[in-house]
Structures are given as C-alpha cells and as structure tokens.
C-alpha cells in the first residue's frame, strides 16, 4: 500500500512560483482532475514546497521534484532535483532542438535565408542568456514577501 501511495508522487514536474519560505521553492504542479457529471477533465493547480538551499530554479523555471522520504517540515516533503526547462529557453526533450512556439530555431534561419531577414527580426544566438538583467528588469533573485498594506507610493517592490 505504500509503495503505489509513494509512486502517484514520487516525481513531478511543476512550475516554480514565487516563495516566501526560505531555502524552499514553491511549485505549482498542473493535475487534471474527472467531473463525473460532464465526463471531461478540468485543470487543477496543487502547491508542494520543495527543498532548494541552493536556489537553483527561479521564478517561472519548469522543475522536476522528488518526494522526500521524511518531510523536512510541515510544508516541505519535496526536494527540487534539476532545472528541466529555464523561463523563456524551450528545448525539445525528443530532439533536443531549440524551439521558438511551434517551430525550431533552425527552420526559423532557414525561412530567414530563403526570403530575407527583416531588419527588426530577433537574432537568438545573439541573445544573452537569463539573469543579465538582475536587478535591472529581472527581480527574482531577491527574497520574496507577503505584503500586508497597500500604500499611494509603493515601497514594498520584492512583495508577493
């Protein structure tokens, strides 16, 4: 009976969000649950804490998480074990090619050489890689924090 509770969560793969819990990551994993009257499947959203001390996955990273064997605390039973998709850089799992919405990269230069590159095309090779902008635009390297009071002049910019 343990091992078939064990294995219905043993692995996930979820979003990270942002988390005010220190040396932990809250993920949100997506499920699909029946409606027995309509006999369709609906999306429903369950929230783990996963152990991250070192911060590896950032806000809005695809993350793939393991159940503990104990919890750690009440909220955290999960621990993050790797990056599998990074906010903004898709890569095909099967190929193992760069994907821009429904096409690869490759095909995108191919389509580019045979009818010419327009002057404000994005160049992604070009592109530098995510965290340039910490601190700048890019925010979710800081501690994160409830905010309890809403003020005219916001001075709460880190605030979730």
């Known amino acids: 009976m343990a091992l078939q509770k064990a294995s219905k969560t043993f692995l996930l793969l979820g979003q990270c969000v942002p988390s005010v819990k220190h040396n932990a990551s809250k993920i949100r994993v997506n499920r699909l649950k029946l409606d027995e009257n309509l006999l369709m499947y609906f999306k429903e959203y369950e929230f783990y804490y996963a152990h991250d001390p070192e911060k590896i996955c950032k806000t809005g990273d695809l993350v793939l998480i393991q159940q503990l064997p104990e919890k750690l605390t009440r909220l955290i039973t999960h ?28 095909h995108m230069d191919e389509e580019r050489k045979l009818f010419g590159e327009s002057e404000g095309a994005f160049k992604y090779e070009k592109a530098p890689k995510r965290g340039w902008q910490e601190d700048k635009k890019d925010f979710t390297h800081r501690e994160t924090y409830i905010k309890y009071h809403v003020f005219e002049n916001d001075d709460q910019p880190y605030a979730v």
């Open 79 to 106: 621990k993050v074990l790797e990056v599998v998709h990074p906010l903004g850089d898709i890569t095909d799992p099967i190929t193992g090619k760069k994907v821009v919405v429904d096409k690869y990269r490759e």
